[in-house]
Nanobody, 127 residues
Framework: QVQLLASGGGSVQTGGSLNVSCIAS????????MGWLRQDPGKKREGVAA???????ALADSASGRFSISLDNAKNTLYLQMNLLKPEDTSMYYC?????????????????????WGQGTQVNVSS
């Protein structure tokens, strides 16, 4: 079955950087979407970045100019490089995957439900 294993979270100060990764296994399709969402307890889940298996990417406005998403197909690993981190980026970050035809990574970002989820990795940014 599909498994997503996220890692790489941690604590940094404002302006710092983190790179979180998500190792995927069990994919049965060559066409798929993957991405990162974040959520705090009691708050709405928010799409951060998404990538299609063909290389198209999308970033949320809050991540634009600071974050980048990439997919290493050889390693079956999704990455989110986060630079210029702010306290408001503090959250639990989840990787997710979807095999449905979502009509673009931007559509993936706008959805808060996806087919497969990783366990989450915590990012803390202190001021």
């Amino acid at each position: 079955q599909v498994q997503l294993l996220a890692s790489g979270g941690g604590s940094v100060q404002t302006g710092g950087s983190l790179n979180v990764s998500c190792i995927a296994s069990g994919f049965t399709r060559s066409t798929y979407y993957m991405g990162w969402l974040r959520q705090d307890p009691g708050k709405k889940r928010e799409g951060v970045a998404a990538v299609h298996s063909d290389g198209r990417t999308a970033l949320a406005d809050s991540a634009s100019g600071r974050f980048s998403i990439s997919l290493d197909n050889a390693k079956n690993t999704l990455y989110l490089q986060m630079n210029l981190l702010k306290p408001e980026d503090t959250s639990m970050y989840y990787c997710a995957a979807d095999f449905r035809p979502l009509e673009g990574p931007e559509r993936f970002l706008r959805r808060t439900t996806h087919s497969f989820w990783g366990q989450g990795t915590q990012v803390n940014v202190s001021s």
